[in-house]
């Protein structure tokens, strides 16, 4: 029987009013026809063996048959080769398809997200089914495509395709059943089962045929009896069955089904324990799958079950609500009138790599999108978003805001499925274990502990978000800032997302060297990004003070410094909280109010007690105890100090000493909330916020250097690494040329070696801070600026100062901006620099020292790390360049030595430790590391087999979804094969092979 093809009319069209689920169904269901299709014609065109299927094939698999295919015919130039090239280019046209939503761009996540269990909001599905509709018709024209002009014919069970003069059996994959008269297409096809296949037209049924099973085994990869896939869920099982159980008990695996996984476990419930056995699998695609109530079900809907989901967000909701009306409460306690505590304008990150690079402005809110998705991106991958910002920038109100929001939303709806935010903050304290945090700050659930917690990061039902997690490791502990996550990160397995807040850059900076020096081969994969809290726009500043009844006249009253300071949203609402008259008043500084109300505040609690409330301290006299307590703090891993300390500072803040006033000493406690330490429980002093702290510290700083005390503004610097907002305080209350004279006294304090190794990297980070805000003053008063002995770990602008003459010795810049036009002269000596930018003109202003090293270029016309490639950029832009290269007709000389060792540098630069790659030792093409690698992809697997082969990075396969994937881990830290002479050899040996 032989008649047109009608493969693609027999399929129904897509109902009017399908929902996203039938309609991503339906998309499937296509692309399984399309690929074996494909499958079948480009074996025959090519002459080469069939690929092998999985027995549960999914979608992952079909599209790599498709994409495949078009690779293999790529050289063919005949008929049938061009119409699979033609159908992979609908496929993926399909796919890649927009959709109109928030958080989903295109179809491929979506379909993940829904694969997975993921439920859309109501709003959503009408512009989804829209694009998925649109992507359907994609898929049919290219369907149509692939079989105009075919004819089809069935004889008996067999089907026959005949296509430009060509017969194609389409058996085993296409059958037809006699009985029903009806073409069939292949499912799957499981051991101890017979095959299943599916009816192109009529009602969806599972039909089986044990007819084909021998034909198909052919052309099916029967898995292993214990496949690494099935271990990894298993292994999982077990943990995330742990997180529930009774302590000490351990899930048992029941090996009386060779369907699905079955297990015996004890669930803890406040009555006692719950007896259960539950049943699990690997659906299509290896989707983890939970059976009950006769129905394979999402395998988060089983977590979501077995953690009270929705009891749990609602006490989480109240509790985060009564973290945040504290915080709002004490703010509020400084304002003259009523206290605007909501945000109505949303604050905006500027959001990067780890490197600087990829830098989108965006308004907070798509962070916690993007992470929303990321959290069920099974990819291999941990990933870590840090939140910076100035104090008062809005970090703790925005995470705050965003976990109570969330939870309110899970509590509320049935029908969500987005992940939980749990928030954890530090109060202060060091503590030496993240898990008493989080096992702390789930209490108020009664459901969830800190493993219940890993197990719903694990699955992509919560994401973890850690607020201050600089200060909660304290200040001592940086150098192994990768460290105090090492357990956490462990029991992710490269699963999972994290928002971390940090406080500034010098901490990321040593986040970043603890990564790169980090020797634990097995630490987890990570993916970093930073999002930036940027200050509110004028006219954001503008609509809040309007709706909280400001009147905008009065912004002038404010000095010039602070203008821009008010923009931060903590400012902001202490603006609004300023009576006019106050405001009015002559010589007013807004910070100067902002510490006057904290001083007159907190000498009320010295006068509890009292006899007839006496004052015991002036506000002038405590505010200079403030002073001197923030100085002690910033000698400490803690923000916080015990009464010793607090009655230190009491001593130095009055001139007769402590011993003048005989009742203070036993009313300072009343300043201390109470502490932990040493197991027992202890008067602890610590600032409400952490803008006092900053401008106290700063005050005493610069009352350090007005008094001509300039070793002690120097040892100051020796403490820690300064926060943004401290270097601006400090700026606002020196002249340039003062602070530009201590810089040079540190520079001296460095190179006379006073200081450890410890010490000096928070000079060099202090100086390198207080040299971003001075240079622009002192380019602009004409003088000759020498930078020298910094470490800028931001950007270094000299874009618009076309005049400046400026020399950079000994220092390390992020990133330095350069002028376009103009007179100016930049002279680097024996200096990093990261990433230097020019935004077009000639550079024969700009001189460079043999000793110097720039590491990436971004020019209008190039963007290039390659150190050859830069010398030669700006040598023919005119720039003085003393480094020597070695040319080869002209071109930089590279290599595969210099491929590896620029593509590792990469990898520092963005606190990567380790790589996900394809099984064959390649980028995936939707890879973003992929643009980092300076050759091809066939390079890339030359240098990674290398380092097997040296025994220097191990590949151990891993559970993703879609394509084989494995993980490339270092056995030695990157930072080390990068710089240690024992590794010398081995960089020799790369480079003898030619790229």
């Not at 859309?120 to 898929?139: F, G, I, R």
């Not at 925005?398 to 939303?409: Q, S, V, Y």
């Amino acid at each position: 029987m032989s008649h047109q093809a009608t493969i693609l009319t027999a399929l129904p069209a897509a109902r009017e009013s399908a929902g996203p689920h039938e309609l991503v169904a339906e998309l499937e269901f296509r692309v399984r026809l399309a690929a074996l299709l494909t499958l079948r014609l480009a074996s025959q065109e090519t002459g080469t063996s069939l690929q092998l299927l999985r027995p549960t094939a999914g979608l992952g698999t079909w599209r790599d048959i498709i994409r495949k295919a078009a690779n293999e015919t790529r050289s063919l130039d005949t008929p049938i080769a061009r119409r699979i090239r033609s159908l992979a280019d609908g496929v993926t046209t399909a796919w890649n398809a927009p959709i109109d939503t928030k958080a989903i761009t295109n179809v491929k996540p979506l379909r993940d997200y829904l694969s997975h269990g993921g439920r859309l909001a109501s709003d959503e599905y009408t512009p989804v089914a829209v694009a998925l509709k649109s992507a359907l018709n994609v898929l049919d024209e290219s369907i149509t495509t692939l079989l105009a002009g075919s004819v089809l014919s069935t004889s008996a069970a067999t089907v026959t395709l005949t296509l430009d003069g060509e017969r194609v059996d389409l058996h085993p994959f296409f059958i037809q059943d006699e009985q029903s008269d009806t073409t069939l297409i292949f499912a799957r096809r499981q051991p101890d089962a017979p095959p299943h296949y599916l009816p192109l037209s009529g009602p969806a049924r599972h039909v089986a045929l044990e007819s084909t099973a021998s034909t198909l085994d052919a052309y099916t990869r029967q898995r292993d009896q214990t496949p690494r896939v099935v271990a990894d869920f298993l292994y999982d099982l077990q943990e995330d069955l742990s997180a529930f159980s009774e302590d000490q008990d351990t899930p048992v695996s029941l090996a009386d089904d060779k369907s699905a996984l079955r297990m015996s476990w004890r669930r803890a419930t406040s009555e006692g324990t719950e007896e259960r056995i539950d049943s699990f699998r690997l659906g299509p695609d290896e989707v983890r799958q939970w059976y009950d109530e006769g129905h394979w079900h999402p395998y988060t809907e089983f977590m979501r079950r077995m953690c009270n989901w929705k009891t749990v967000a609602s006490r989480l909701a109240t509790s985060f609500r009564m973290i945040e009306d504290h915080i709002l409460t004490e703010e509020a306690a400084y304002s003259d009138g009523p206290y605007h505590t909501r945000h109505i304008v949303e604050t905006n990150v500027e959001v990067t790599d780890y490197d600087g690079s990829d830098a989108e402005e965006l308004p907070a809110g798509a962070i916690f999108d993007a992470v929303d998705e990321a959290s069920t991106d099974n990819q291999g991958l941990t990933r870590i978003t840090f939140f910076t910002g100035d104090a008062g920038s809005g970090k703790t109100h925005t995470m705050l805001r965003a976990a109570i929001d969330r939870a309110e939303a899970v509590a509320a709806q049935d029908s969500h499925s987005a992940p939980l935010y749990i928030y954890v903050r530090s109060t202060g304290r060091v503590l030496d274990d993240l898990s008493t945090v989080i096992q702390s700050a789930v209490a108020p659930t009664r459901n969830l502990t800190d493993r219940g917690v890993k197990a719903l990061v694990r699955n992509g039902l919560a994401t973890l978000l850690i607020d201050g997690f600089d200060e909660l490791l304290g200040s001592s502990t940086y150098g192994d800032a990768i460290g105090s996550l090492r357990p956490w990160l462990s029991a992710l397995n490269g699963r999972g997302t994290l928002i971390v807040s940090a406080r500034s850059n010098y901490f990321l900076n040593e986040y970043r060297e603890s990564v790169l020096r980090a020797k634990d081969a097995n630490l987890p994969a990570l993916h970093h990004r930073i999002a930036k809290m940027l200050p509110w726009s004028q006219t954001a500043l503008e609509s809040y003070l309007r709706a909280a009844d400001f009147n905008l006249n009065l912004l002038a009253a404010l000095p010039h410094a602070e203008q821009d300071l008010v923009r931060l949203p903590f400012f902001a609402r202490t603006l609004a909280g300023i009576r006019a008259s106050t405001l009015q008043s002559p010589g007013f500084s807004l910070v100067r109010e902002l510490l006057k109300r904290y001083v007159q505040r907190e000498s009320t609690k010295l006068r509890r007690g009292s006899e007839e409330g006496q004052e015991l301290l002036s506000v002038e006299e405590l505010e200079r105890l403030f002073e001197d307590a923030a100085v002690l703090m910033a000698g400490e891993p803690e923000r916080e100090i015990g009464i010793e300390d607090l009655q230190l500072a009491a001593h130095e803040a009055l001139p007769g000493g402590l011993e003048s006033r005989p009742h203070l000493a036993r009313r300072l406690p009343n300043l201390c909330g109470l502490g932990v330490d040493t197991g027992e429980t202890v008067p602890r002093f610590r600032f409400q916020h952490e803008v006092y702290f900053d401008e106290f510290f700063a005050a005493r700083v610069a009352r350090f250097a007005d008094d001509g005390e300039d070793e002690q503004f120097v040892t100051s610097m020796t403490y820690d690494s300064w926060r943004a907002s401290t270097t601006a305080s400090i700026t606002r209350r020196l002249t340039a040329p003062r602070v530009r004279d201590l810089l040079l006294r540190s520079a001296e304090h460095l190179t006379r070696g006073r200081a450890s190794d410890s010490t000096a990297k928070h000079v060099r980070a202090n100086a390198g801070a207080l040299w971003v805000r001075v240079t622009p003053a002192l380019v602009e008063r004409r003088d000759y600026v020498t930078i020298t002995h910094a470490d800028i770990l931001e950007t270094l602008e000299m874009d618009s100062h076309t005049s400046a003459r400026v020399a950079i010795r000994e220092c390390t810049i992020e990133h330095l901006t350069l002028p376009a036009s103009g007179t100016w002269s930049v002279r680097i000596e024996a200096s990093q620099i990261h990433r230097l930018r020019h935004h077009g003109g000639p550079l024969s202003g700009l001189a460079i020292s043999d000793n110097s090293n720039v590491g990436e270029l971004i020019t209008p016309d190039v963007v290039t790390d390659r150190w050859p490639d830069i010398c030669l950029k700006l040598r023919h832009l005119g720039a003085d360049i003393k480094a020597e290269i070695r040319e080869v007709s002209g071109e930089p000389a590279w290599s595969l030595s210099a491929y590896g060792r620029s593509f590792l540098t990469s990898l520092g630069k963005r606190a990567s430790n380790s790589l996900i790659l394809r099984a064959d030792r390649r980028f995936a093409e939707d890879d973003r590391d992929a643009r980092f690698w300076p050759g091809s992809n066939d390079e890339l697997s030359r240098f990674v087999r290398a380092l097997e082969s040296a025994d220097v990075a191990r590949v151990t396969p891993i559970s993703a979804s879609g394509t084989a994937r494995v993980r490339l881990t270092f056995k030695v830290s990157i930072g080390a094969l990068l710089e240690d002479d024992e590794w010398t050899q081995f960089w020799a040996t790369v480079s003898r092979m030619h790229p």
